[in-house]
T-cell receptor, first 112, second 110 residues
Framework: QQQVKQSPQSLIVQKGGISIINCAYENTAFDYFPWYQQFPGKGPALLIAIRPDVSEKKEGRFTISFNKSAKQFSLHIMDSQPGDSATYFCAASTNPNYQLIWGAGTKLIIKP | SQTIHQWPATLVQPVGSPLSLECTVEGTSNPNLYWYRQAAGRGLQLLFYSVGIGQISSEVPQNLSASRPQDRQFILSSKKLLLSDSGFYLC?????????FGPGTRLTVL
């Protein structure tokens, strides 16, 4: 019940296309859902996050869509660029522990 | 804002040798600290976390141990390395909801 399931494991998208990565969870106590971006040889960095009181959050080309009833959330990258090529992790946590439960990661490759 | 330092950046060690990886944090006090391991092309495995000096919780039983001798210092150790200990080791600290990661240590056990 503590798992966060992330798909796909890898994704190849053409430059300018839309990249979509999905995550699903079981624990309804989760109330914080971040996405982290990791470039090779670097530590992950927070990209965007959402709380369950909203269904969508947008920051530039990055959007989180959240479906509370389906217990799913997804990351959309619009106008994908080669510089977006990285590994993306979704995660979830509950209040007040804030221990993050991580998805397995998605390796995204944007082809020029 | 917090800054996390890790050293060394890379390390090549023989099987059976000891290990000590250090993580120090600047810009925050009494942080929650974490050690993660990431195998090549894989996800993040939480190894240890600490909510304060001398307080260590182990998430996965294994060949490693952790210590927190000072508020902003977190050390990962092993008495005898195994081949399976190879990986990318990341230290992180938590600020509110966000975890900040250090630059990592690439460990290769031969």
């Amino acid at each position: 019940q503590q798992q966060v399931k992330q798909s796909p494991q890898s994704l190849i998208v053409q430059k300018g296309g839309i990249s979509i990565i999905n995550c699903a969870y079981e624990n309804t106590a989760f109330d914080y859902f971040p996405w982290y971006q990791q470039f090779p040889g670097k530590g992950p960095a927070l990209l965007i996050a959402i709380r369950p009181d909203v269904s969508e959050k947008k920051e530039g080309r990055f959007t989180i869509s959240f479906n509370k009833s389906a217990k799913q959330f997804s990351l959309h990258i619009m106008d994908s660029q080669p510089g977006d090529s990285a590994t993306y992790f979704c995660a979830a946590s509950t209040n007040p522990n804030y221990q993050l439960i991580w998805g397995a990661g998605t390796k995204l490759i944007i082809k020029p | 804002s917090q800054t996390i330092h890790q050293w060394p950046a890379t390390l090549v060690q023989p099987v059976g040798s000891p290990l000590s990886l250090e993580c120090t944090v600047e810009g925050t006090s009494n942080p929650n600290l974490y050690w993660y391991r990431q195998a090549a092309g894989r996800g993040l495995q939480l190894l240890f976390y600490s909510v304060g000096i001398g307080q260590i919780s182990s998430e996965v039983p294994q060949n490693l141990s952790a210590s927190r001798p000072q508020d902003r210092q977190f050390i990962l150790s092993s008495k005898k390395l195994l081949l399976s200990d190879s990986g990318f080791y990341l230290c992180a600290c938590r600020s509110y909801n966000e975890q900040f990661f250090g630059p990592g240590t690439r460990l290769t056990v031969l």
